[in-house]
């Protein structure tokens, strides 16, 4: 099983529809957790960090559900621009803190 | 320009060749890493360098070397390319950050190798 699993999608969403999707870790120590966001060949960039029950971010919410090992990423009004893959990182403390990314969410928002 | 620059954006190289792909950066960083993502597999840590004197092997270091020269430069190397290595590579630098978490990380714009 992957450290880090993410449905790949892609996630076709309408234009000013909201779309959530998870991301799940098996490590039960697991304790930073981040949303990179991806756009197509360029590189990853922060979107949000999720270091206690939940972030939100304008029309981003991140929430972490540390009982069921998942945390979550939900966009409201979805626009055309938010078209992206969507990348969790999880860290473990013991481990360095080094990141451990999931495959990604690919999200296509259409008019 | 852009605060991680790597070189070279591009590469096509042949089996069994060195390959160098090199990561400068301005941000003042003291933590630097090597990522290469496949479709579908999201990123994966190949080394990775607290300080200019902190080498540490990442998830898939296999085949790979990496120099610190300098606290703005972190090298990657292949040492002898085979095509399972064609990826998309990306230097990434970081702070500490709060309290014991891990900082944001700044990715290169990333270097597309291409193996024969």
């Known amino acids: 099983r992957k450290e880090v699993e993410q449905d790949p999608g892609p996630f076709n969403v309408p234009e000013g529809a909201t779309v959530a999707f998870n991301c799940t870790y098996s490590?039960?120590?697991?304790?930073?957790f981040f949303w990179y966001r991806q756009d197509c060949r360029k590189e990853p960039k922060l979107l949000m960090s999720v270091y206690s029950s939940g972030n939100e971010d304008g029309r981003f919410t991140a929430q972490l559900n540390r009982a069921s090992q998942y945390i979550s990423l939900l966009i409201r009004d979805s626009k055309l621009s938010d078209s992206a893959t969507y990348l969790c990182?999880?860290?473990?403390?013991?481990?360095?803190?080094?990141?451990?990314f999931g495959g990604g969410t690919r999200v296509l928002v259409k008019p | 320009d852009a605060d991680v620059t790597q070189t070279p954006r591009n590469r096509i190289t042949k089996t069994g060749k060195r390959i160098m792909l090199e990561c400068s950066q301005t941000?003042?960083?003291?933590?630097m890493y090597w990522y290469r993502q496949d479709p579908g597999l999201g990123l994966q840590l190949i080394y990775y360098?607290?300080?200019?004197?902190?080498?540490n092997k990442g998830e898939i270091s296999d085949g790979y070397s990496v120099s610190r020269q300098a606290q703005a430069k972190f090298s990657l190397s292949l040492e002898s390319a085979i095509p399972n290595q064609t990826a998309l590579y990306f230097c990434a630098t970081s702070d500490f950050g709060l309290a014991g978490n891990p900082g944001e990380l700044f990715f290169g714009e990333g270097s597309r190798l291409t193996v024969l």
């Open positions: 360098s607290f300080d200019v004197k902190d080498i």
């Open positions: 990182a999880v860290t473990v403390k013991a481990a360095g803190n080094k990141l451990t």
């Open positions: 490590n039960s120590a697991s304790q930073s």
């Open positions: 941000k003042g960083h003291d933590r």
